[in-house]
């Protein structure tokens, strides 16, 4: 699309599976004005709910960069956004919540195993 003579119209474009090094080539192009970029890093392994309750709960982990989680339009309703790469924004409802093994709060800490066969 980049060659493609164009209109007043823009252009969108996504693509998929592609090496970080070709993703930052189309970034850099002087035809791009804006790019956004986000990496499915993988599926918890574990099962994250009650066991009372006939449901998997896996968590599906993400990393997205500044435009992307502006683009995806995320609003932070608590806390703040991850400053280092232990930290994890998390979208969960109350409903949800309450299906954990355990709830989680804003500034609690567990581990999480990624199945990155999934990503």
């Not at 979208?91 to 990155?116: A, H, W, Y």
Request: hydrophobic share 35%; proline share 2%; with cysteine.
């Amino acid at each position: 699309m980049v060659n493609t003579e164009r209109s007043k119209e823009n252009w969108e474009a996504r693509f998929s599976n592609i090496p970080y090094s070709v993703a930052k080539e189309i970034a850099e192009d002087e035809n791009i004005k804006e790019t956004s970029f986000y990496q499915r890093l993988g599926i918890s392994e574990e099962d994250f709910c009650r066991k009372d309750i006939n449901r998997e709960v896996k968590f599906d982990v993400r990393a997205y960069d500044e435009n992307a989680l502006k683009n995806a339009n995320v609003h932070i309703t608590e806390g703040r956004l991850p400053e280092n790469s232990n930290e994890i924004l998390l979208s969960l409802s109350i409903r949800k919540n309450n299906i954990l093994k355990q709830k989680i709060n804003i500034g609690d800490k567990f581990k999480v195993t990624l199945n990155r066969k999934n990503a």
